[in-house]
């Protein structure tokens, strides 16, 4: 059984930092994607950062230059490091991980708030 389980939200004041963990069990192959989403009150959830299959890395615009994914895969653990947090960063922050053809696979999310 697939499981997918974030920590490492939390509270910080602008300008701060946080690191998102995001740990994947369950599976026995590779992952075509797997990534963080956020979602604030009131929007659509959005994507944030995400690493392909083959290595590639995805960004939003937003997030660019403050932000770095990475991926321990002995732990099967996917990071988000996130650097000089904006108010507009506050949202609850999802990972998720497909594993194929209908195989996406979502953690109950974690909040992270960052107040000015």
């Known amino acids: 059984q697939v499981q997918v389980v974030e920590s490492g939200g939390g509270s910080v004041q602008a300008g701060g930092s946080l690191t998102l963990s995001c740990v994947v069990s369950?599976?026995?192959?590779?992952?075509?994607?797997v990534g963080w989403f956020r979602q604030a009150p009131g929007k659509e959830r959005e994507r944030v950062a995400g690493?392909?299959?083959?290595?590639?890395?995805i960004y939003a615009d937003s997030v660019k230059g403050r932000f770095t994914i990475s991926r321990d895969n002995a732990k099967k653990t996917t990071y988000l490091q996130m650097n000089n947090l904006k108010p507009e960063d506050t949202a609850m922050y999802y990972c998720?991980?497909?594993?194929?053809?209908?195989?996406?696979?979502w953690g109950q999310g974690i909040q992270v708030t960052v107040s000015s």
């Open positions: 369950g599976y026995t192959y590779n992952f075509n994607y």
């Open positions: 998720a991980a497909n594993l194929g053809i209908g195989r996406t696979y």
């Open positions: 690493i392909v299959g083959d290595g590639r890395i």
